[in-house]
């Protein structure tokens, strides 16, 4: 009678694991939530969340009781970065219950990046939110269908204002990346958002402001180091309306940076459509403009093709292959964001989904080691990386992410070029920001 019930305990939590992660047994491409019918979520919207089940699942307790992770488990799987990751996402993502702003706001822990003047970041407390046009590659400024800008603002730990000029940045050292569009009342239940007076930066110095402007939260790179992990765990999260895959898989509509034309083009097969130009965005300072057409190239920022999934530099196989690990993990977190009800006490978070994450094998090793990397080896965010995604740039070998411009060496984070406003906010007279390769 024992074995029997264990054995019918295990055909229910099969049958549950089923239910929620809609597993087909193929991991070789990319299940992501923009990809999917209207509504821009997932199929089995109401599948019961469960926290109990063998899987890459994230832990009530984020939502109940949200604070910041300082460490990654030591069991260093897959899925213990992407679960860290996302602890991260969703509390600087929750609201403060006493001043009912977004926990990113508060500017005592986090301040913000000042575009005008980098040397005052530290200690300016404005009322207006300071953010650039300007991508890091080529100063690239994309438009959304609405042909309006996007916005950059940069969010930081307050130890980095004091941090040593040598060695390693301080444990906990966090950098936010935040890409914003202009949106609607109508939009606000979709979007994380904020309603703001803006200081705007351009990379040709032109400095402007706007007042009253509500924003919609776009996308996001959340980059945190810990004790274990100095070069930082990248992670990046888009909303789902942003635009589809450039190899599309499900039918959806109303994109907010891909027209209905130019994606009928991307269901057809015509990425090189020269009616849609994708992921081209030339050098402007306007604030409204023709809008880009954007698609993703690589789902979940990982490239089936390459070799360093499945083997090491030297071609010694590995036991598992990465590929399958990485998007696994991904998809099972992102299933159990948007298709389920883990949400649904913060529902507009179910509009947003991991784009993938970064970080290395051994933090002993620099990351200019191709197969030190691990994670999503082509990682980039379509709204903050558009141009150069799985495109060229002049010092890339074989792999193109955020380590590219991100240099991680041993004891040296602080002036190997890991974070690219270090600097700039010592600096008491501040310094003329770099715009290109900022990210």
Known sequence: MKSLDSYVKYIAVAVLTLLLLGCNGQQ??????????????????NAQYSPNMEACLPDPSWLKNPQLPTEIASTD????????????????????????????????KFPVYNYANTGASCTDKPNDLSV???????NAVIYDQNKN?????????????????????????????????IISDYDKSRYVNITR????????????????????????HIIQSTK???????????????????QPKAYKSNFSFTSQACYRSLVKGHYTDPACNFNEAPETNNLTGGPTEICRVFPDGSDASNPLYYKNSQGVPYDENKYDLNIDAINQLNKAMTASNYFDSEPVLKNYYIAGGLWLNDVKEPSSVADNQRGSLEL???????????????????????????IYKPNETTTSGLSHIFKSIQSPKGIAHSFEGHK
């Not at 897959?78 to 508060?106: A, G, H, M």
């Not at 274990?228 to 450039?246: A, I, K, L, R």
Request: glycine share 6%; charged share 20%.
């Open 28 to 45: 070789t491409q990319s299940d992501q939530p923009s990809e999917t019918e209207n509504t821009g979520q997932m199929d089995n919207a």
């Open 380 to 406: 980039t965010n379509t709204l903050m990386e558009t141009t150069v995604q799985g495109g060229d740039v002049s010092k890339s070998g074989d792999l193109l992410n955020c380590f590219d411009c991100h």
């Open 77 to 108: 799987t897959f899925c213990d970065f992407y679960k860290f990751s996302l602890q991260s996402f969703i509390y600087f993502l929750s609201k403060n219950k006493d001043t009912q702003t977004w926990n990113f706001e508060n500017i005592d």
């Open 197 to 220: 007076d803006l200081a705007i930066t351009s990379a040709d110095g032109q400095q402007r402001n706007l007042e009253n402007v509500t924003l919609g939260l776009a996308g996001i």
């Open 228 to 246: 274990n992990h100095p070069e930082m765990m990248w992670g990046s999260y888009e909303h789902v309306d942003n635009n589809p895959d450039c």
């Open 132 to 138: 650039s046009i300007n991508q890091a590659k080529g």
């Open 149 to 181: 800008v996007v916005y950059y603002s940069v969010h930081f730990t307050r130890e980095l204002c004091n941090a040593p000029k040598q060695g390693d940045l301080p444990v906990g050292t966090i950098e936010l990346k935040m890409a914003w569009r």
